[in-house]
Nanobody, 121 residues
Framework: QVQLVESGGALVQAGGSLRLSCAASGIVFSINAMGWYRQAPGKQRELVATLPSGGSTVYADSVKGRFTISRDNAKNTVYLQMNSLKPEDTAVYYC???????????????WGQGTQVTVSS
């Protein structure tokens, strides 16, 4: 069983910074991609950033230049460094991973439980 455990969400003032972490635990054979999504109250979940293995990073236009996604493959962990935070960044942030637990199985998508980020004006 694979679990994604997130941490780092908090209340921060506008202009501040936060760093989110997400570690994949359990039996992980390979990771195709890891990323972050967010969902604000009354809105649909949206992509924030994704980092495919061996591929190019993708960012939402709204966070380009402010957020940076990175991975530590040895720890099966993805990070999201968020700078110059704005009130509109307030949301629950969810970790996402597409991974396989065996060389004979196709990749499956997993989600973390979410971590709250609140940016005050």
């Amino acid at each position: 069983q694979v679990q994604l455990v997130e941490s780092g969400g908090a209340l921060v003032q506008a202009g501040g910074s936060l760093r989110l972490s997400c570690a994949a635990s359990g039996i992980v054979f390979s990771i195709n991609a890891m990323g972050w999504y967010r969902q604000a109250p009354g809105k649909q979940r949206e992509l924030v950033a994704t980092l495919p293995s061996g591929g190019s990073t993708v960012y939402a236009d709204s966070v380009k230049g402010r957020f940076t996604i990175s991975r530590d493959n040895a720890k099966n962990t993805v990070y999201l460094q968020m700078n110059s935070l704005k009130p509109e960044d307030t949301a629950v942030y969810y970790c996402n991973a597409q991974l396989t637990t065996s060389r004979w199985l196709k990749a499956t998508t997993y989600w973390g439980q979410g971590t709250q980020v609140t940016v005050s004006s």
